[in-house]
């Protein structure tokens, strides 16, 4: 069986390792076909050099070259849906209908044109014009971004498609794309659609560079190396808690998104008034996708008593009745497996599932578990272990007042739910577990579930340590998440004619806005 | 001898710890009267859930109070300004006049208030509404900030007074600042009037709590405790280093200002049409203060051959003539002189001074080094050696290539200068060097030194690593520094009536920016 070859400096290379590895079908929990290369220092260190080179080469060209880029490169993947559509089915057992077609590949295309578009105007770079002191500010390319993509968005996280690589080329910078190592096949086809859509739009050919997998030491070594720009990672904390290290000790910027309980407080109010609907609602939110959401509700505190019995009863009842989705590996199984184990021996108790099996391949019984308000402030670190997947843990609240301490009791989380009645009986509930839930994570919701990220400039897809690396930036959204892959760049007393445009006072396009002495205008300087 | 109290809480009070420090008098080497404590770990604690507390308290408080207590603190400082000046002049031997007085008292003053205007108008906060999604995010208090002020500006980066302090406390957080063991009563003055302010603002009585020194385990302990949302760091590169490490794995973001260089390339033309006026500027700037400011010219590269050499023999001159200033304290005479010798030591040739002594008190030459292009090119990590004070080396370039070269082969720096001629002879050269200098520069600089950073929305007081954290954040600036102490707060589906002010439709004061569906206005959401 012959290996598939690399994408380096804009050609497709051998792999100059010797070792490498297949994906698995989780559906028939069989090999693949494919097999493909781990690839050695070496090979990574010639990306490295590719990559140090279409950084010199660009740093100074105009957004729109990277906006036609990733303009073809959307056009490239439509006409090659089908064949991702099936290489991620296989792959993953993601459902081709609507999971993979109808949501999450068009959101992808939608993502990289939302990225073209932001690339183009270049507002997202904020220039700054101050002239009495004769100084002018903008945010500018970082370098080669490595973006490493996790297993449970196939296309609209993949290192190569996703939105850390859409943000990144809107920045103005090449990437080195680390597929994940659960889908290989889809991330080829990828990088196949981006090496023509580069070529197209006449960009230097080492702008989208691919690597399957690496050593861990080799990845630590990647992302502190000194031709590196930045790093987007999203996945497993462990991994990200070590590449960080590699990262941080190199004062190389790193972008994670990591874990996520993403907690959901019921108030009375609330089901006393929907909780049926609620309890459809949570079902479809934590089951679907077998639970692999980022912001899948992984913990759901309601009131102790008969109300939050009878909506557990209920949602238990759902629980054990829905199809069991097929997992995306077997490494997810076990961690989940693991998680629910850490959960039960912490003391909470099993409400319904808690085996594996019980439906195609790769599976585990749709779970749920249940623990006292007052057990779970004895420990709240343990009672926060994520296990993701399709599960969730209840916890019984005596009061509002415990409602609240459990929401202060919270690590950091992508999200943080909170449904409520119309008629206004939970409000003053909801005030104060609001208040202390609200600098714990990243987007507040009401009478929604967390799951479903709109690609909005308002969407805030990140949150406190450690569902990420730092509190001040979204992975999700344009074009707020551009501007990670900047650095600011000031231009002091420099001469008129040796600015960039965007900073002369022309205003290039009349579009872009730009701040000149404290207020946002597309005119030009005075 | 009574020890000085720590302020804790509200209060000053009795440092729990047994050992204590002085600060000396660089002008006579002499110890100071004042005796001032180091505090344990239990005091750090201790100031650390007062911290808490406030963030908790005034987490939803309008940034207009914050803006008060700013106003309040800058006229408390005025009423202070002569023993401020002594005690300063006393502790750091920076003249009274112009320095402090005329220079960093009214800066820090300055800062003060243009932070209370940001934190009253609230633009910093970046609102951004999208009505089609049901989405509305705005930057908000990241939680209790520790600032960690440097020994060189006593006002205007003092911990409990300067640009991080002024950033972090606009943004809605409270700060525990450790000052600087060089400048102790400087800093208890400061911290007095803090107080005054507080009270006479209203404010929560520990936003302002001062330790004044640690170990460095409880240093790095401080720094990556539970309930630090941020931490601003001014200082020394190895320090630095290790207090990032620990807040880096504790996911707590931390901003560091380390070192730099700060090359200025002085072009051919420009030697031939202005080298006399270059080589005054060049003087003023890099003995001014004894050379101890973080943009202090300390590399300087020009053509090889007669005009370098004549450029560099009438700086030469001027050195040797120039009065000697006194170094803030033993230890940063002690650090000069290493960097001197690590630089003579690989290869560089002693132009003039090179010894300790000839001025008043804690003392150094002024010094001037040589090196060629070409050896330069053999070392460059060596070559970038800080020597952190009144010294520069001069790099002879050989070409306009050997000088992009040099541009390339350089680390992160805060400052990048050029300087040509008026005539456009050494336009093609700029270009080249520019360009790579550029990404490597926080802040590019024409016909200008680096010193003197101007509070402006359009200062870069930053760059890439090692000059600071990470290249996309200035500590300088107004309000541009202030969200790196701020996270994003994303609302999803939240209740019109529950969104805060800022993010409600009707502006709420009809002057904050926001974007609306992508629009920057002042006006309401339609």
Known sequence: MAVHPVLIDGHWIPGQGTSTFQSVNPATEEKLPGEFPISPWSEISHALDAASAVSKETRNWPGSRFADFLESYAEEI????????????AETALPRSPRLKDAELPRTIGQLRQAATAARTESWRSPIIDKANGLRSVLAPIGPVVVFGPNNFPFAFNGISGG????????????????????PETTRIFADAALTAVRESGMPKALVQLIYRTSHEDGYRLVSDHRVGAVGYTGARETGLKLKAAADAAGKPIYLELSSINPVFVLAGALRERATAIADEFTGSCLMGAGQFCTNPGVVVVPAGSEGESFLAAVAERFSKAAIGTMLGEGVRK????????????????????????????????????????????????????????GSLFVMA?????????????????????????????????????????????????????????????MNHGGPFPATGHPGFTAVGIPTSIPRFAMLQSYDNVRPSRLPAILQDKNPTGEVWRKIDGQWTQGDVA
Chains 1, 2 share one sequence.
């Open 398 to 458: 005596d009061s509002t007042e415990q409602m609240e301490q459990i929401a202060e009791s919270l690590e950091g989380n992508l999200t943080g739910a909170l449904y409520t009645d119309t008629a206004g009986s939970d409000d003053n509930a909801y005030t104060r577990i609001a208040s202390a839930l609200r600098t714990r994570v990243g987007r507040l919701i009401n009478d929604k579930m967390p799951t479903g990220v709109a690609v909005s400039a308002a």
């Open 78 to 89: 439509e006409e090659r849906a089908e064949s991702l559509i099936e290489a991620a089915h």
């Open 164 to 183: 850390d690589f859409a943000a990144a080329i809107a920045a103005g910078n090449p990437v080195i794309a680390k597929g994940h190592s659960s889908h």
């Open 335 to 390: 961690s989940f497996a693991a998680g629910v184990d850490t959960l039960l021996k912490a003391g909470a108790v099993l409400v319904t599932g808690g085996k594996p099996g019980g439906g195609k391949g790769v599976c585990f019984q749709n779970t749920l578990l249940r623990v006292s308000g007052s057990d779970f402030l004895k420990n709240p670190p343990i009672f926060q272990t994520e296990a993701f997947g399709n």
